[in-house]
């Protein structure tokens, strides 16, 4: 049996994390097995840590590490990686529970290069399972506490989702440009670095495909 994945407050109700907004992306600073601080980038998208840069490999030695395959980032066969064991992963005022990462044998991502700046992973779903998260991208800060002591917007829409495969989704209408609508199921993805990307697929059988960026 996989124990759960999560992380927990480091005592107290709540904890203010800074960030950096960096095109887009959310990156926070995480220390591995008390070496770092390293560059993670918060990503919505991903069901488990990983670890994007392989240097890390080498710089937190690490045992007992096995070899996978990951599927489900596009149409490709997949990224080989090395699974590891529990690791102990430090975020100022919270605390790892049983979380383990996948670490890429290539860079597959590209995230540095896309940031201009050092980007060692994505950490996803342990980070938003447990504690709520309020995101402020004005003041680049983060709100994270136990879900009864978190504070609401008090002009604010609550939007229902569903979590799929540790994934956030919710359902919503898209009207196009040229009037036309569709009930659409759209994943909610931090990591994805624009606002908005639509696939419509109109004839099945031709494979076609329109993408719509805002």
Do not use: W
């Not at 591995?32 to 490999?57: E, H, Q, R, W």
């Not at 149409?75 to 005022?93: M, R, S």
Request: net charge positive; charged share 20%.
């Amino acid at each position: 049996m996989v124990n759960a994945q999560y992380f927990t407050l480091d005592g107290g109700r709540s904890k203010t994390i800074p960030f950096e907004l960096v095109r887009n992306l959310i990156v926070i600073k995480v220390n591995i097995n008390n070496k770092g601080p390293y560059n993670f980038a918060l990503d919505t998208g991903v069901g488990f840590m990983l670890i994007t840069d392989p240097s890390l490999l080498d710089s937190l030695n690490i045992p007992n590490k096995r070899s996978i395959k990951i599927n489900g980032f596009g149409d490709g066969p997949g990224f080989e990686a090395f699974l590891t064991p529990e690791l102990k992963v430090d975020i100022d005022g919270l605390i790892s529970n049983n979380v383990s990462a996948a670490i890429f044998k290539k860079d597959a991502f590209g995230l540095s290069n896309y940031s201009g700046r050092p980007i060692h992973g994505l950490i996803g779903y342990e980070f938003f399972s447990r504690p709520a998260v309020k995101i402020s991208f004005t003041d680049t800060i983060m709100r994270v506490s136990l879900p009864k002591n978190m504070r609401f917007y008090k002009r604010a829409t609550k939007i229902p989702i569903s979590i799929e495969d540790k994934k956030p989704y919710f359902t919503t209408k898209v009207v196009f440009a040229d009037g036309s609508e569709k009930q659409s199921k759209l994943i909610v993805d931090l990591g994805a670095g624009h606002f908005i990307s639509l696939e419509n697929v109109a004839n099945k059988a031709t494979i076609q495909k329109k993408v719509y960026y805002c």
